[in-house]
């Protein structure tokens, strides 16, 4: 189970760290831009700036979370080994439910 594990875990890691970088870049070179159109820094650091998310942030983790629990229980019913494609196929699934419930959720509370 762990020799399957490290790739993923790397994947994932050099991908945040990818996308951390090309944030990092993409954020200056904005604020440069802008500061270079003659923006005062006030309306820099106010488009720059990024919203607060909140509980929003903690919905949306809860129902992943919550959803892939929900799933690792569903394996141990299942007439299938834990460690058979189709286990990691139900959590990725689950997952993804919890993703669509907090989208349909935070488009709910939006519209209010």
């Known amino acids: 189970m762990f020799d399957q594990l490290v790739p993923i875990v790397l994947f994932v890691s050099l991908a945040v760290a990818s996308i951390g970088i090309t944030r990092?870049?993409?954020d200056g070179r904005t604020r440069r831009k802008l500061i270079e159109a003659g923006a005062t820094p006030e309306q820099v650091q106010a488009i720059s700036a990024r919203?607060?998310?909140g509980l929003a942030d903690a919905l949306k983790w809860g129902l992943v979370?919550?959803?892939i629990g929900?799933?690792?229980?569903?394996?141990?019913?299942i007439p299938y080994?834990?460690?058979e494609p189709i286990s990691f196929g139900l959590v990725l699934v689950f997952?993804?439910?919890?993703?669509?419930?907090?989208y349909s959720t935070?488009?709910?509370l939006a519209d209010r």
């Open 24 to 26: 990092i870049v993409s």
């Open 51 to 53: 919203p607060d998310p």
């Open 65 to 67: 979370i919550g959803a």
């Open 70 to 77: 929900l799933a690792l229980i569903v394996i141990q019913f």
């Open 81 to 83: 080994r834990p460690d």
């Open 95 to 102: 997952g993804a439910g919890g993703l669509l419930a907090y």
């Open 106 to 108: 935070a488009r709910r």
